[in-house]
């Protein structure tokens, strides 16, 4: 599966590069990506409306708005912090070379976790065909039922659900946390693709297209 090739290799790389960084500059690069997530998934909901709402955009920005409105939060404050991180900390902490390599590599691993979850996320909240790259995740057979088709070797984005669900409801607690409004959200990144012609079917639309 070339999407769980691609996971791999980005995984192994992050984590190889991040570990002959230092595990102080890894684990700043982890919390980054932690927290970039975090506000991308806080924004994912208003940022999606915004572009589904605005006047003047190409009318295929609601075919992949849901993607786009977690994904560009997450990006641009991920570089943001990053750059606040290289500016603001000019010191460094030495641990001896083997404690280096190990921290700094899970650290990386981690981030590289979280920084493709989000990827298959807001990439299976756009309007493509029915799979990602090989990927197909739960589908409906012949007969209606949902059944997995297949999944990922590492399942990068029920793991990343799973963490800032978990999150919404501790340490990043909301009055509206991810775990109560999206609980199944490592599922419906595949089933969003449920329409009709095998996932040709709109996805969104301005919130003005309808009236009742």
Not at 60 to 82: E, K, N, Y
Request: contains cysteine; charged residues 10%; hydrophobic residues 50%.
């Amino acid at each position: 599966m070339i999407l769980s090739i691609l996971i791999i290799i980005v995984i192994a790389l992050t984590a190889f590069w991040w570990g002959n960084q230092g595990s102080f500059s890894a684990m700043l690069h982890m919390l980054c990506a932690l927290v970039a997530g975090a506000i991308g998934f806080a924004a994912w909901e208003p940022l999606t409306h915004m572009l589904l709402d605005a006047d003047g955009l190409p009318r295929f920005v609601a075919q992949f708005a849901w993607g786009l409105g977690l994904a560009v939060p997450f990006l641009l404050s991920f570089v943001i912090l990053r750059f606040l991180c290289d500016t603001l900390i000019k010191s460094n902490v030495t641990l001896p070379k083997g404690v280096e390599l190990g921290l700094g590599g899970v650290c990386g691993a981690v981030a590289g976790i979280i920084s493709t979850g989000i990827c298959v996320i807001a990439f299976g909240h756009m309007q493509v065909p029915g799979d990602i790259m090989g990927f197909y995740g739960v589908k409906r057979d012949r007969s209606g039922l949902l059944m997995n088709r297949n999944s990922l070797l590492v399942p990068v984005h029920t793991i990343t659900a799973g963490l800032y669900n978990t999150l919404s409801t501790g340490a990043f607690s909301t009055a509206k946390p991810l775990a109560e409004w999206a609980p199944d959200l490592a599922r419906n990144t595949t089933l969003f693709h449920d329409t009709v012609d095998g996932g040709k079917g709109a996805v969104a639309m301005p919130g003005n297209a309808v009236k009742f």
